[in-house]
């Protein structure tokens, strides 16, 4: 996936924010972790590659009084280009000014600018997550958390359990499944929540797409920097394309049909991005999920160039069909008419509109948590990859309740990485059929 855009300028100026769909808990001042209606907010950001980069100008936007005060990442050469992407995005708008003893770098940099904090970015490798996740609740800390929230299931038990600690203790955690956040999609489950569509019996979702960037192997670099610095394409860190892109399509499945799928069945591999440099991860997927009520999602995601690209949704409910693509979403009776179209196209960013309703909720004494559908969707898009990767049907609680763990604790720049390459530079690839989860 192409890195976010910075310019967001345009975006700040057009349509208001939507306020439907959110789900946000009044209580009283005095309950809250962070008193901080009035107080400037401090913010950090942990992970500063494009994600992340972009999460800052959208949180600096998002309120008049917030302040950039800690910068944290594996590498400081990425701590550093971020920064000065931020300066210059947002140049004559607001002064960024982050004291270089606050750029961190290394493995526990984390929890350095997190400390400095009263509201978090985790944008890291989604490995990494469910720890800074843990540590960022545990300190009373408000979040906002990239998808996917894990790659292995003993991650998602970890933020399911931090997810609760922060429902007690009243803290706004947002997760960057920003179609939640977009007039588009949100006018859609407006029509499902009215009965309009009857009920979803099927579907089609996708992230069919070319592949995304490659970092080569440099001289010197220790196989955990490699790794680190090449992690899209090794399951630890990045899951693999199902789980780290595809999140979003199935998302939008459970969010729409209102329940998790109970088992899924499927096939993949690797036909065209099968390189020393690609790591791991297959470069498709089909999927078949199958949900409680009976409704069945048929799921594909694919990386490899010229082919057809396609990134939308649709799903076939009793008394219409909804679809999605590019800027149009739509609901069409049984007949070909078009029965509700929204154009979203001059809408302010659905990114940027997730960081306005975050610090709009801690200003307001209200609380927004993400955290449950965004570790059930990851979850899902695990799923899918155990399905793929066996050959096997999985159910939910398999899932769910799998002992399967593929990041290591205490990591160090001396550590050896979960996987290895063979004499050949070639890493293990799962094999349909031979391929075990526990």
Same mark, same amino acid.
């Given at each position: 996936m192409k890195e976010e855009k910075l310019n967001r300028r345009s975006f700040v100026k057009n349509t208001t924010i939507s306020t439907g769909a959110l789900l946000t808990v009044p209580f009283s001042l005095e309950a809250m972790a962070n008193n901080t209606i009035d107080k400037k907010l401090k913010l950090a950001v942990v992970g500063c590659g494009g994600r992340g980069t972009g999460a800052v100008v959208q949180a600096l936007r998002a309120d008049k009084d917030v302040e950039l005060v800690a910068m944290a990442d594996a590498f400081l050469d990425r701590v550093e280009n971020s920064l000065k992407s931020i300066k210059d995005e947002l140049d004559g708008e607001i002064k960024i000014s982050v004291k270089e003893k606050n750029r961190f770098h290394g493995f526990d940099g984390y929890k350095k600018a997190i400390d400095l904090a009263d509201v978090v970015i985790l944008a890291t490798p989604p490995g990494f997550r469910p720890l800074h996740f843990e540590y960022a609740i545990e300190n009373d800390k408000h979040v906002f958390m990239e998808k996917p929230v894990a790659t292995d299931p003993k991650g998602i038990r970890r933020v399911l359990k931090s997810g609760k600690l922060a429902e007690q203790k009243k803290l706004n955690v947002v997760v960057g499944l920003q179609r939640r956040y977009q007039n588009s999609y949100l006018s859609l489950f407006d029509k499902v929540k009215k009965g309009d569509v009857g009920k979803i019996v099927s579907g089609q979702v996708y992230w069919? #797409? =070319?592949? !995304?960037? !490659?970092? @080569?192997?440099?001289? #010197?670099? *220790?196989?955990?920097e490699y790794q680190m610095r090449n992690w899209? $394409?090794? /399951?630890?860190?990045? #899951?693999?394309?199902?789980v780290e892109q595809h999140v979003h399509n199935l998302d939008v499945a459970n969010w729409f049909i209102g329940e998790y799928p109970k088992s899924a069945s499927g096939m993949g591999g690797r036909e065209v991005r099968n390189g020393i440099d690609h790591g791991q991860i297959f470069d498709h997927h089909y999927v078949e999920f199958n949900y409680p009520s009976g409704a069945v999602i048929s799921s594909q995601c694919r990386h490899q160039p010229g082919t057809y690209r396609k990134v939308s949704e649709t799903f076939q409910g009793t008394k219409a069909v909804i679809s999605t693509n590019k800027n149009i979403?739509? !609901? %069409?009776? $049984? /007949? #070909? &008419? *078009? !029965?509700? @179209?929204y154009n979203s196209k001059g809408d302010k960013s659905p990114y940027q509109i997730e960081h306005d309703k975050l610090f709009a909720s801690i200003r307001g004494g209200e609380v927004i948590n993400n955290t449950e559908y965004g570790a059930k969707s990851t979850l899902t898009s695990i799923m899918g990859r155990m399905a793929t990767y066996t050959g096997k049907e999985i +159910?939910?609680?398999? =899932? %769910? &309740? *799998? +002992?399967d763990f593929l990041v290591p604790e205490n990591l160090d720049w001396n550590s050896a990485p979960p996987v290895s390459p063979d004499q050949n530079g070639r890493y293990p690839i799962p094999v349909p059929g031979r391929y075990k989860i526990n």
């Open positions: 069919n #797409g =070319a592949g !995304v960037w !490659v970092r @080569k192997r440099e001289p #010197g670099q *220790s196989e955990i899209y $394409y090794f /399951n630890w860190l990045c #899951g693999d394309h199902i979403a739509q !609901v %069409m009776d $049984y /007949n #070909g &008419n *078009s !029965v509700f @179209k +159910t939910w609680e398999q =899932a %769910m &309740n *799998s +002992t």
